[in-house]
């Protein structure tokens, strides 16, 4: 079955320090990748996606993911945490071209000290 | 305002209930889904609608029925409510015209059974 896989449900980071976050795919045909981010009590909205061209891309925020084939990963990273970026993070993939659906990771919640 | 509003925000019913979630968006999109949110689970996809004569079960459509009354309209509806439906349930569009996956999310409807 296609699946989105996250590590780690919760991360930590102190303020200043980088944040990586990991998500990793399963398919033989790379998927579209994209990060959410849920802030309390709000909907989710769109950090940053991956469909073709570039490996690397760059997000809201100052966040970047950068899509490896040969790990079936697309990481979440950022240089230096804020306390603002303390929030929930969900990887998900599109397979099926336009008529396939979202499926979303489990989600790891970020928490940053000060 | 928002684009994508959600009504209610917050409901509390009892088990047998019948309970309709509404969703309204401002932003002109084609395609309208459900989704589910449970803690350390993510999202779960519930239906989606590519058009308004266009209706398709996601991955837990069971005990729950959509209407999309116009193309700006998707509301979810609980026949008879169940104590395990209590969750966060949120509404989504996208454009079929931008990138697959690109959703624009309301702010949830926290729905408790009792």
């Known amino acids: 079955a296609q699946s989105v896989t996250q590590l780690g449900s919760h991360v930590s980071v102190s303020e200043g320090a980088l944040v990586l976050l990991r998500c990793n795919y399963s398919?033989?045909?790379?998927?579209?990748l994209f990060w959410y981010v849920q802030y309390p009590n709000q909907g989710l909205q769109l950090l940053l996606k991956?469909?073709?061209?570039?490996?690397l891309v760059k997000g809201i925020n100052g966040f970047e993911a950068e899509f490896k084939k040969s790990e079936t990963s697309f990481h979440l990273t950022k240089p230096s945490a804020h306390m603002s970026d303390a929030a929930e993070y969900f990887c998900a993939v599109v397979y099926g071209g336009s008529q396939g659906n979202l499926i979303f990771g489990k989600g790891t919640k970020l928490s940053v000290k000060p | 305002d928002a684009d994508v509003t959600q009504t209610p925000r917050n409901r509390i019913t009892k088990t047998g209930k019948r309970i309709m979630l509404e969703c309204s968006q401002t932003k002109g999109h084609d395609r309208m889904y459900w989704y589910r949110q449970d803690p350390g689970l993510g999202l779960r996809l519930i239906y989606y609608s590519f058009d308004v004569k266009d209706i398709n079960k996601g991955e837990i459509s069971d005990g729950y029925s959509v209407s999309r009354q116009a193309q700006a309209k998707f509301s979810l509806s609980l026949e008879s409510a169940i104590p395990n439906q209590t969750a966060l349930y949120f509404c989504?569009?996208?454009?079929?015209?931008?990138?697959?996956?690109?959703?624009?999310f309301g702010e949830g409807s926290r729905l408790t059974v009792l």
């Open positions: 989504a569009t996208s454009d079929s015209a931008r990138d697959v996956g690109e959703l624009f």
């Open positions: 991956y469909t073709t061209g570039a490996t």
């Open positions: 398919s033989s045909v790379p998927p579209y």
